[in-house]
C-alpha cells in the first residue's frame, strides 16, 4: 500500500496523521471533500447500532482545510429502526470547517411494491475503450489516486453546450469500505459545468448529499460509471449538479446532489 492509501485508510479508521502525510490527500486547495465526508461518515457509523446501514448522508463544506480536523458526534435520534445523526469537523484553530447530517436504518423488508432507479446512460464507451486522463499531482495532489476514462467525448473545459460529464472510474490502491469508497469517488470527477467553460475556474462544493442504495452494502466493484448533470444554474454563480453512480454491469450504486458555486477566475498579473 503506498503512503497515500495509508493515509486514506488510517483517517477514515478515525487516526490522526501530520500535516506532510494529509498533503498527499488533498483535493483542489485542502483536504479532499469526499474524503473528509468519509471520515464523518465513519465517526457517526461508530455512533450507532452495527447492523445499521448508512441511508443518506449530507456534508456542508464551510471553509478548506490543509490541516487535522477533530470530529465531534452528536446522535439526535436511536431508534429500534433509524437512527439520525450530525458531526462537527473543526480544525485546530477552532474554526468549523465541515458539518454532516446523516440518516442510518436497520436493514430490513420494507413494503416498497415497484423499486424506482435510475438506470445507466446508453452509448457509452466501454472501459476498455476509454482512455484514461492524466490530472496534475501538483494541480489535485489526489489525482494519483484515481483512474479516470471519460465514456463520452464531452471533457471539462471544453466550451460545450451540454453541462454533463461521464467518466469510468476507480481507485487505484486498495478500496475502504463500499459508502466511503463512492463519497470519494463522487467527488473525484470535474464539475460538470465545467463543460461548458472554456477557461480553467473554481467550481467549489458548498453543499453534498449522497443517497445510498441498499445493493451498495453487498457490491464492490473495481470500477463505477459515473454521470454528472448540471441542470440548474443562476446568473449570480450558484448551480446545481445531479450525479449518479452504477456498477459496470448497470447496478444503480449512489446518487448525489452538489451545490456549487463558480467563483470568479483570478486576473493574470
Known sequence: MTDQFTTLHRLLDGHTVDSERLRT???FGGLH??????MLLGRMRSAVDVSFRPVELTTQFIAPTREMPSVHVSVLRR???NAQVT???TAPDGSIVATADAVFA???DAPITHRLSPGPPSGVTPIESASPIVIDPQFMPLATAF?????????PYTGGEDAELCAWIRLTGPAPEPQSRLLILADALAPSYAATLSVLAPIPTVRMAVHFAPTTQSIDDEWVLLRARTPHADDDGWLSESLDLWTPD????ASSTQLRIVRPTAPVA
Open 25 to 27: 490527500v488533498y483535493g
Open 106 to 108: 436497520a436493514c430490513a
Open 250 to 253: 448497470g447496478v444503480h450504486l
Open 79 to 81: 431508534g429500534r429502526r
Open 147 to 155: 483512474e479516470i476514462r471519460p465514456a463520452t467525448s464531452t471533457l
Open 33 to 38: 471533500g469526499g474524503i473528509l465526508s468519509a
Open 87 to 89: 458531526a462537527t469537523a
